[in-house]
Nanobody, 122 residues
Framework: QVQPVESGGGLVQAGGSLRLSCAAS????????MGWFRQAPGKEREFVAA????????YYRDSVKGRFTISRDNAKNTVYLQMNSLKPEDTAVYYC???????????????WGQGTQVTVSS
């Protein structure tokens, strides 16, 4: 099992950028597919991006394609989410998650972090 810990959230103006980091403890993340999800107040959690164990398969929700980039550095046991051209609708708590099986774009992940707040002002 793996315990993800997110960092890098904060307040940014629309059009700005943030890079979220997901550091894992316990087990190396190289054994797991990793994903990013987000949840705004009063709304359901939704898929943002995911990456397979070796980084050969990458998926994004349509609304972030071309703006967000997910990557992983297994040597550092860390997953990243580079967020560019941020919009107010990107405001949410962002969660990092790990999956034992193949990469998925659903919420069927096994290990979840505590989340980091991203707020985009207009």
């Amino acid at each position: 099992q793996v315990q993800p810990v997110e960092s890098g959230g904060g307040l940014v103006q629309a059009g700005g950028s943030l890079r979220l980091s997901c550091a894992a403890s316990g087990r190396t993340i190289s054994s797991y597919a990793m994903g990013w999800f987000r949840q705004a107040p009063g709304k359901e959690r939704e898929f943002v991006a995911a990456i397979s164990r070796r980084g050969l398969s990458i998926y994004y929700r349509d609304s972030v394609k071309g703006r967000f980039t997910i990557s992983r550095d297994n040597a550092k046991n860390t997953v990243y989410l580079q967020m560019n051209s941020l919009k107010p609708e990107d405001t949410a708590v962002y969660y990092c998650a790990g999956r034992i099986g193949d990469v998925r774009t659903s919420e069927s992940y096994d290990f979840w972090g505590q989340g980091t707040q991203v707020t985009v002002s207009s």
